[in-house]
DNA sequence: CACCGCTTTCCTGCTT
DNA sequence: CAAGCAGGAAAGCGGT
């Protein structure tokens, strides 16, 4: 089982190496598995004397333990080699401490967002099993592995299994895993079902005649405005557990998420890219990535680059943005904004 | 409970 | 033609 999954890991299912850009705090049990199997691999290490349950576990367990547990477990050489990688990662992100809970909550939103969008073999996969249309959010696999007969949830290190949308079922999504980026895939848009235009994203499509009849019915009977939300929506998310065990960090808006992303560049790759860093024009790369994970943000599983962008035109009025003519996915800071100029942030 | 700010959703028309 | 942009209209949501 641990020698299938680290077998997978090597041979470049995985690969991506994102647990590197991620604090080992922040790292869901599917990190450690690759931080772990990176080692291995490094060291020769026989994984077969490895149980998987010695290695099934996240970031923060793996930080509390010592260096003798970690020889204990892993053995001398491997051990000790983890222990020091693991101290070295450490180190690294105890340096980002400049960024506020604000930020850090953004950071974790695309931490977890990447982890799980690019370990798809990793979560939960359904063979013909339903729960209801919008119990569960289900991809189809129609890639050249033939996967069609399988559906794949993504797991979400909360529990929260809704991560992505219902109108997600129109976009598509695949484990690209060799772009250089973080490999970000694209999220067709809700209406074409078609990808961005970059060729190196590409997501696994949804069946189409799914994609259709939800479609018309939304149509016909979608009033204008803002459904109200479902008791069902709310429950066992993410942020409202957050809401239980801590106040959830008051006034995050979309442009100080959008800003987050942008001021931490190392976690952001393929998703926005500064144009002008010093005049705070911005371009969107991936723009319906950064929709879904707004989206989920904010509970809502429907989030569509089209409904964000409406947000952030009405940004102009207040100067939070300014206008950018002629360019598409192309945004300004404007005067009301903050916290994303290089002397603010201290660079 | 009303009010308000901030979205969210939908839509039509326009531009790229 | 598709994707993106613009902005009106209506409504939800959370905070006060």
Redesign the pocket.
């Known amino acids: 089982m641990l020698s299938d999954l680290l077998h997978k890991l090597t041979c470049g299912l995985f690969a991506g190496e994102w647990y590197r850009h991620i604090s080992p705090l922040c790292w869901s049990t599917e990190n450690v598995l690759e931080w772990i199997s990176d080692h291995v691999e490094s060291t020769n290490f026989d994984a077969r004397t490895l149980s998987l349950a010695c290695c099934s576990m996240d970031g923060p367990a793996l930080c509390t333990m010592t260096r003798d547990q970690m020889m204990g477990v892993f053995g001398p050489q491997l051990g000790l080699q983890l222990h020091q990688s693991l101290q070295e990662h450490k180190a690294k992100y105890e340096m980002q401490s400049f960024s506020g809970p604000e930020l850090n909550e953004t950071c974790q939103l695309l931490d977890h967002f990447l982890d799980n969008l690019n370990f798809p073999l990793l979560s939960t996969i359904r063979i013909g099993q339903t729960e209801g249309p919008e119990s569960r959010r289900e991809f189809d696999f129609r890639d050249d592995n033939d996967l069609s007969s399988l559906s794949l949830e993504p797991v979400m290190p909360w529990g929260d299994s809704e991560y992505l949308s219902d109108?997600q079922s129109d976009s598509e999504f695949s484990s690209s895993s060799n772009s250089g980026t973080f490999g970000f895939s694209n999220l067709?848009?809700p209406?074409?079902?078609?990808?961005?235009?970059d060729p190196e994203f590409s997501y696994p499509s949804i069946s189409k005649v799914h994609i259709k009849t939800e479609k018309e019915e939304?149509?016909q009977k979608?009033?204008?405005?803002?459904?109200?939300?479902?008791s069902r929506?709310?429950s066992n998310s993410f942020y409202e557990t957050q809401k239980k065990n801590k106040?959830?960090p008051?006034g995050?808006?979309?442009?100080?998420?959008i800003r987050d992303i942008l001021i931490h560049p190392e976690r952001n790759q393929g998703l926005m890219k500064w144009e002008d860093r010093r005049e705070g024009v911005f371009k969107?790369l991936k723009?319906?990535a950064v929709a879904q994970m707004?989206?989920q943000?904010?509970?809502?599983s429907?989030?569509?680059?089209?409904?964000?962008?409406?947000?952030?035109?009405?940004?102009?009025k207040?100067d939070?943005l300014e206008?950018?003519?002629?360019?598409?996915?192309?945004?300004k800071f404007g005067k009301n904004s903050s916290g994303w100029k290089m002397e603010e942030i201290g660079m």
């Open positions: 109108n067709g848009s209406e074409s079902g078609s990808c961005e235009s939304c149509r979608r009033p204008r405005g803002r459904p109200p939300k479902t929506e709310n106040h959830a008051r995050t808006h979309l442009w100080e998420f969107f723009s319906e707004w989206g943000k904010k509970k809502n429907s989030m569509t680059y089209e409904k964000l962008s409406r947000a952030m035109r009405y940004y102009y207040r939070i206008r950018v003519d002629g360019r598409r996915l192309v945004y």
